[in-house]
């Protein structure tokens, strides 16, 4: 009978590391609210999203912290801890970008600019569908690490490691829109309001390619 990889490998980090996942798009889901929020001018609603949004980034932090401490100390894993490690950050740098937008959105009440508006509803739904891809990689480890990253089960992540990253080249692409229209309305911004967009921007840009980065971890499982 063969018996499963994690089962010959010690306390197996694979369902803290789902369930801390799991937590983060339960975070990121609020991205596209908190843009609904702000383009319909109710800050109130907005400010309590935000505040939302920070409770569930605190419990992802939780998690993040108990698969760092209940990861196996001398016993043998199927791929460097170090690698799975540095998985775990980047899931949670997700989680802690969505935060970060909620934050800056309450920091100063900002309008939307017209020339802005049809794009970034799109921009913000296009980076919630890069991270609910990284979610769906993240689910299939149980399966590639029960099965010693089998060639048929390896190829399925490598499928999902690049739709992963064609989603988040098209959350680039949104974002380059979305800068230009920013600009292109600048001489009727106050200097603070295009400021504090280009910082908005960039950072809801950071929650996709975090997403990506995780993909680019698992490209390293795979090539062990």
Do not use: Y
């Not at 609910?132 to 993240?138: F, G, H, I, W």
């Amino acid at each position: 009978m063969r018996l499963p990889l994690g089962n010959l490998f010690g306390r197996s980090p694979v369902p803290n590391i789902q369930k801390l996942m799991d937590a983060v798009v339960a975070t990121t889901e609020k991205l596209p609210m908190l843009i609904a929020h702000l383009r319909s001018g109710d800050q109130p609603s907005l400010e309590r999203l935000a505040r939302e949004t920070s409770i569930l980034e605190g419990e992802a932090d939780a998690l993040k912290n108990l698969v760092r401490d209940e990861m196996p100390h001398g016993v043998r894993l199927p791929f460097d801890r170090r690698d799975i490690l540095r998985t775990v950050s980047e899931i949670d740098a997700i989680a802690d970008c969505a935060e970060d937008v909620g934050v800056l959105l309450t920091i100063r009440p900002l309008e939307v600019p017209e020339t802005m508006d049809p794009v970034l509803e799109r921009f913000a739904q296009q980076v919630m569908d890069t991270v609910s891809a990284t979610s769906e990689l993240v689910k299939l480890l149980p399966g590639l690490v029960d099965s010693g990253f089998s060639r048929s089960g390896s190829e399925r992540a490598k499928e999902q490691i690049d739709l992963i990253s064609a989603r988040e080249h098209e959350a680039d692409k949104l974002q380059d829109q979305c800068a230009k229209a920013l600009f292109a309305a600048e001489d009727q911004m106050q200097p603070v309001a295009v400021f504090m967009w280009t910082k908005v921007l960039n950072k809801i840009g950071d929650v996709a390619n975090h997403a990506e980065n995780v993909g680019d971890q698992f490209r390293l499982f795979l090539a062990r």
